[in-house]
């Protein structure tokens, strides 16, 4: 198939280039950035081996449509969007914490509570909740931002403590993230879904606050399907659900959860397809609008040619 595994370009005025998980970052001029979204997946902060078709134009497109669609709670960080793979925005500075924000014990907090604990990042959980309960209010659970390995679980007043982000920022930053996050389970509710929880990035240029990377993808969030929630809760059963939960229960039950020592299972041509059939799913449901497949069959070219012509527009 052809997926972009990784990219190595040289942009016109470039300055920096960064290689993520799952993204290719060119800094440009010291004042942009051409995020390229590849179809590299990670799991369990481990970026697996093989790559995932049209994984990275779905991640990108969904997250452009609701950067669009929330831009009047919180600025953010786009300027163009040329390609479906490719978003161009203003370089801002990073906060070293991820704000994740949950509706429902589900995923890691619910492996947590499964485990015996009854406080995740500072806040208390009470007894008695099963798997993809709902909590009585969302609650912010934030993460701190690890370039490599591992992101760590993080209580407020600990950011707090060690200066990650000044008090201010910090009380705006989870004022942005329960709006947004109120916003995206309204136009999840739109189409029938469920925001179980999700993750925002920010950052700042001057003195303002920006919303940064993606926001509402599978990558970054957990969708329920609404219709069924309510009786598959009652009768303790599994629920449909959106997300890239279903690549990490695949590895769970093959044995990796990225600790030492544990191997990676064989990707197979069956399970890559099956993947990325997902994440179309996804995009087709939560926007509403069919999957476009690219015309042009050379994807890198496409990619390069368009990003260096977008890049030209802004900084000329």
Not at 146 to 158: F, K, L, Q, V
Not at 192 to 197: F, P, T
Not at 248 to 275: A, C, H, Y
């Amino acid at each position: 198939m052809n997926t972009i595994k990784e990219t190595d370009f040289n942009f016109e005025s470039q300055t920096a280039f960064y290689r993520g998980k799952v993204r290719d970052v060119y800094t440009i001029a010291d004042q942009y950035l051409a995020m390229i979204a590849t179809d590299r997946i990670s799991a369990f902060d481990v970026v697996l081996p093989r790559a995932i078709p049209y994984k990275g134009q779905v991640l990108n497109q969904i997250a452009a449509k609701f950067l669009k669609a929330t831009e009047d709670i919180v600025p953010n960080w786009v300027l163009d969007v040329p390609d479906p793979n490719v978003t161009i925005g203003r370089l801002c500075q990073p906060f070293k914490v991820e704000m994740v924000i949950r509706g429902y014990l589900s995923g890691h907090a619910w492996r947590e509570y499964r485990a015996g604990k009854r406080e995740v990042c500072g806040e208390q959980l009470p007894e008695g909740l099963n798997e993809n309960d709902r909590f009585p209010e969302p609650i912010i659970t934030p993460t701190t931002k690890a370039s490599e390995g591992h992101d760590e679980d993080i209580s407020r007043a600990e950011i707090l403590r060690q200066g990650l982000v000044s008090e201010t920022d910090y009380r705006q930053l989870e004022a942005y993230t329960k709006a947004l996050f109120q916003r995206g389970t309204v136009l999840a509710a739109e189409r029938g879904l469920i925001l179980v929880d999700t993750k925002y990035e920010f950052g700042k240029l001057g003195d303002r606050i920006y919303l940064i990377d993606e926001i509402h993808t599978p990558d970054s969030s957990r969708y329920f399907y609404a219709d069924s929630y309510e009786n598959l809760q009652r009768e303790g059963n599994p629920q449909r659900q959106l997300s890239k939960e279903f690549v990490r229960q695949w590895l769970i039950e093959n044995g990796f959860q990225g600790q030492e020592g544990q191997q990676i299972p064989e990707m197979t041509d069956k399970i890559v397809s099956s993947i990325s059939e997902r994440y179309i799913e996804l995009y087709e449901h939560i926007t509403g609008e069919p999957f476009k497949y690219p015309e042009q069959s050379d994807v890198m070219d496409r990619v390069a040619s368009q990003t260096a012509a977008a890049l030209r527009r802004i900084i000329s």
